[in-house]
């Protein structure tokens, strides 16, 4: 088991930016892709962001394209993903997920990987 960790979530106001960051209690997160969900009242789960093993290549969805980074500090043992021009449509449940790829760098469809951790969430809501 992988035990992450989200935390830097929170309430915000529309136009807004907040920095979520996802560690595993002091394990190495070399190994694995990671990946960003989200989950709002009544919808399902999404992806939101993704990041390869190195950190070379990066996806989006198309919603939050130009306003939300993701990235990743290896020696840390910690990825990011900084949230700017937050939007109410934003609001939702974020989730941290890691995907065991041990070498290979890219970033795999999560529902082929045969090893795919999971933290609790950290809340995030905007304001109108």
């Known amino acids: 088991q992988l035990p992450l960790v989200e935390s830097g979530g929170g309430l915000v106001q529309a136009g807004g930016s907040l920095r979520l960051t996802c560690t595993a209690s002091g394990y190495t997160l070399d190994y694995y892709a990671i990946g960003w969900f989200r989950q709002a009242p009544g919808k399902e789960r999404e992806g939101v962001s993704f990041i390869s093993t190195s950190g070379a290549n990066t996806n989006y969805t198309d919603a939050v394209k130009g306003r939300f980074t993701i990235s990743r500090e290896n020696a840390k043992k910690a990825a990011y993903l900084q949230m700017n021009d937050l939007k109410p449509e934003d609001t939702a449940v974020y989730y941290c997920?890691?995907?065991?790829?041990?070498?290979?760098?890219?970033?795999?469809?999560?529902?082929?990987?045969?090893?795919?951790?999971w933290g609790r969430g950290t809340q995030v809501t905007v304001s109108s």
């Open positions: 997920s890691a995907a065991l790829l041990w070498t290979r760098d890219y970033i795999p469809n999560w529902d082929e990987v045969k090893n795919v951790y």
